[in-house]
């Protein structure tokens, strides 16, 4: 089993930034790639970004390229998202999750644990 904690979510105006924290504890060697996904009400849940934690390949949704960076930082279990140039429209909420597949990937099918979730609020 993995256990996944989330933080950083919070309100933000437009254009601001915000730096999402997820923490892995319990089986982390059986994770090879982790992802964050957002859920808005009434919408589907949508992959953002992923990575795979040993050689950082990753992938992003083309609604966030350019503007969200993840990253990892093995020691720690933890990966992160940095969401710049925020816009009302990525109000979400956000979640991380983990998978046993190499690959980093976007489809939330392919990941086993998920963590509680994060608001981000984003005001125009």
């Known amino acids: 089993q993995v256990q996944l904690v989330e933080s950083g979510g919070g309100s933000v105006q437009a254009g601001g930034s915000l730096r999402l924290s997820c923490v892995a504890s319990?089986?982390?060697?059986?994770?090879?790639?982790m992802g964050w996904f957002r859920q808005a009400p009434g919408k589907g849940r949508e992959g953002v970004a992923s990575?795979?934690?040993?050689?950082?390949?990753?992938v992003y949704a083309d609604s966030v390229k350019g503007r969200f960076i993840i990253s990892r930082d093995r020691a720690k279990n933890a990966v992160y998202l940095q969401m710049n140039s925020l816009k009302p429209e990525d109000t979400s909420m956000y979640s991380c999750?983990?998978?046993?597949?190499?690959?980093?990937?976007?489809?939330?099918?392919?990941?086993?644990?998920w963590g509680q979730g994060t608001q981000v609020t984003v005001s125009s």
């Open positions: 999750a983990a998978s046993g597949r190499l690959w980093p990937n976007l489809d939330p099918d392919v990941y086993t644990y």
């Open positions: 319990g089986s982390t060697s059986s994770t090879y790639s």
């Open positions: 990575i795979n934690i040993d050689d950082d390949r990753t």
